[in-house]
């Protein structure tokens, strides 16, 4: 029998991937034992409550209220409470004490991450958390480590199970928001309070966690413009599909070069972090990304384009994640040393929404006669927009009203400012009866 | 300006991937160092022909035909010549001189594997290889170090280019295998000499490197069930997509439970790699992987199903993963003590082609009369074989011959064994013509 050095590991939360966690490591003990070089003892589980029902059971004798005392002495804390608060302060103590640390805390690190990878710099410890995003596909260890000799340019990431669950079916099914929401509740992929995901915070938190480490940057949670999927319509989506494009709820990260006044570049490069409901050509891999699940796409300079695909969340999926950074920490301890400082070399500037430039699909309402054609393409081409394509539905007005008609835009490459300007133009357009929609295009 | 403790790199082999690695090194020494806490200095490159012509070009300086004595003081080397020798006499000098080392060498890990990782651990040197095995996608590293606390359980991987461009013409554009060879010859995708890619043993040297790494078990070269794509007609892919499916090269790694001879489970595992040409449904996630992209879709008790999407080949592709590696080694070096062993602590027993169980879909054509149906169905369920979903089209025989139909059978999970039995008692029997075809169908 081969004898390991053992590793005491303390769990923090006990919910659903807290469960999962504890029953792997209970379970799997030799295996991982095998992988890691050390034995992987599970010290205890602190809790809320001791009497809350659990699946799978974790034996009673592991359940503690006390966090606090658990984490003294463990070599390995893994964080899974969620939140704020508690989470920072235990986390901040564990690192103090000398502990590696493993969390799934995605509103955590968004919000005081640069707080907790100094204290871990700090003593030499470090904080893994491959579950934070995208639950088991891994995507935090390829940006960190196998794109590390390369420069990532873009991330187009589907990171929020429950609004592509409900885009999907408003896509497949043609329901709308509030049908689809309904059923995402009804099957568990939405919460009683869906605000987090359907408004898009926590895609927005995980936008900020993967340019953070994409760009070498501290991107702050408070930088990443943020829209959610409430005003998408069963309109939208109908129309997007006859037009050969999917609706998804996107977390873009780009790196972007910077101009002068005149438009040139400048050399030096900015990041941007927003996400926002967008239209994506059908025949993009993001656009098969059906149900619950999450893919990110990945550009980088070398690399060229990659995909990582997968489900999102869920119990054991994001436990598969934890067990791999605590074979990882495991066998850090093993070989000794510092952990690698989270890089932010670059600090490249943090830009606003206003800096980005994308394409975009604006649908109007416009009264159908002669010229109205030209009236509009002039708005557009005053603001130094430039059309890529127009159709035209011939409508029926209001009995009464004069006959309208629908025009389809897609634009190029236009900056969100240009854009603004020109829907706000529009929409006091006397030939303009209705701006319908406007919606971002990405992954062209 | 900060300063870094330099670590000394030598390149082995100048071909399109050491170029481009040469290049990025040479460009973004900065940027790469704060990466890794360390400078890298490329100190040579070592190639046979010091006049050849090389995209990007090589400073002539840091060009040698003297390998050895690169090696020699070298922190990290990066063997990237191909082939089983010298580059197996090099990387163990490399490693017993204490280096580190980054290759891509796909034949040499499937071939040599085991006697490099041995002698990496005997003196606690690491070696990297995340470009052997689908060009830029990071593969290796999710599988040893984000699923080391998963159990991996399936992998259906494309992981061959060349072949891939082909299948997906054949496809897309319908021509034969001999056009879209040419097309893949004439645009670069086919080597002169495309042997080693359609006759799949490119692809079976990255399914013995899987499968050796995500079982941890040694899966050596010749156990690798291999068939390349030469027999694949158009009318096969015809009539795949015509039923839903399409027909890609596959190199398949699976976990298999052991039966007794009465069929049940003994509660042991044996493992199996094998590559052929495959049927995979159309809503598969991999049926979307075009031309010469690669994709690995992995199947893993808690994470569920993932997939890893990108170029599978390309000189700055492969050079991408290489610089993740490099990345790795110096981030190593700087915090010192021994490398992981590649485990291998499972050692599963690895299984011939016999024991896979699958589906099949077999077309065969038949005299058409009363009956007929009954005693195919019958050749099936003599060996076990039951059958999904049987479908019929009348045909014409030739003048004066009996009229024939044709049958396409797709049957549920059966052995290899009993499906061979199968197929050749149909062959002998009067009733078939003609067996047409029988084909694998994964990923269901």
Do not use: W
Request: with cysteine; aromatic share 4%; net charge negative.
């Amino acid at each position: 029998m081969i004898e390991y050095r053992n590793l005491r590991v303390a769990l923090l939360g006990g919910g659903s991937v807290g469960a999962q966690v504890a029953s792997l490591l209970l379970q799997h003990g030799d295996e991982l034992a095998s992988r890691s070089g050390a034995g992987l003892e599970l010290v205890g589980v602190a809790v809320r409550n001791l009497d809350a029902e659990r699946t799978p059971a974790i034996p009673a004798h592991l359940l503690t209220t006390d966090a606090e005392s658990l984490i003294l002495g463990a070599d390995i804390v893994v964080e899974l409470m969620g939140g704020l608060e508690p989470a920072r302060t235990l986390i901040l103590q564990a690192i103090s004490s000398g502990a590696d640390v493993v969390t799934a805390n995605k509103a955590l690190l968004a919000t005081h991450g640069p707080e907790l990878f100094e204290a871990a710099e700090q003593v030499g410890a470090q904080l893994y958390y491959e579950a934070a995003v995208g639950g088991a596909i891994p995507i935090i260890r390829p940006l960190r480590d196998s794109l590390a000799g390369d420069r990532v340019t873009r991330i187009l990431g589907i990171v929020n199970g429950t609004t592509n669950f409900i885009l999907d079916k408003m896509d497949v099914a043609g329901d709308t928001l509030e049908q689809a929401l309904a059923t995402a509740t009804e099957l568990g992929y939405a919460e009683a309070d869906p605000t987090a995901d359907i408004e898009g915070y926590d895609a927005a938190q995980k936008a900020a966690i993967l340019a953070s480490l994409a760009f070498h940057t501290t991107v702050p949670l408070d930088s990443v413009h943020r829209e959610g999927i409430t005003s998408v319509t069963a309109e939208q989506v109908d129309a997007a599909r006859k037009s050969g494009y999917v609706v998804k709820l996107l977390a873009i990260c780009e790196r972007i070069a910077l101009q002068n006044e005149a438009g040139e570049s400048t050399g030096e490069f900015g990041v941007s972090a927003r996400v926002h409901p967008a239209l994506i050509p059908v025949a993009h891999p993001l656009a098969a990304v059906h149900g619950a699940n999450n893919a990110v796409f990945v550009q980088a300079e070398a690399a060229g384009s990659l995909m990582f695909y997968g489900a999102g969340a869920g119990g054991i999926e994001t436990a598969s994640a934890v067990l791999g950074d605590l074979v990882s920490a495991a066998r850090r301890h093993v070989i000794g040393g510092p952990g690698v400082a989270e890089s932010t070399h670059a600090n490249l500037p943090v830009l606003p929404i206003s800096n980005v430039r994308t394409r975009y699909q604006i649908t109007l309402t416009v009264v159908d006669e002669p010229g109205v054609l030209a009236t509009i393409a002039t708005v557009f081409s005053d603001q130094g927009v430039s059309l890529e394509a127009v159709s035209q539905t011939i409508g029926s007005g209001s009995e009464g009203a004069a006959p309208t008609a629908t025009l389809v835009i897609v634009t190029h490459e236009a900056s969100e400012s240009s854009l603004a300007t020109t829907v706000a133009t529009l929409g006091s357009n006397p030939v303009v009866a209705d701006v319908v929609s406007v919606l971002r295009v990405e992954g062209l």
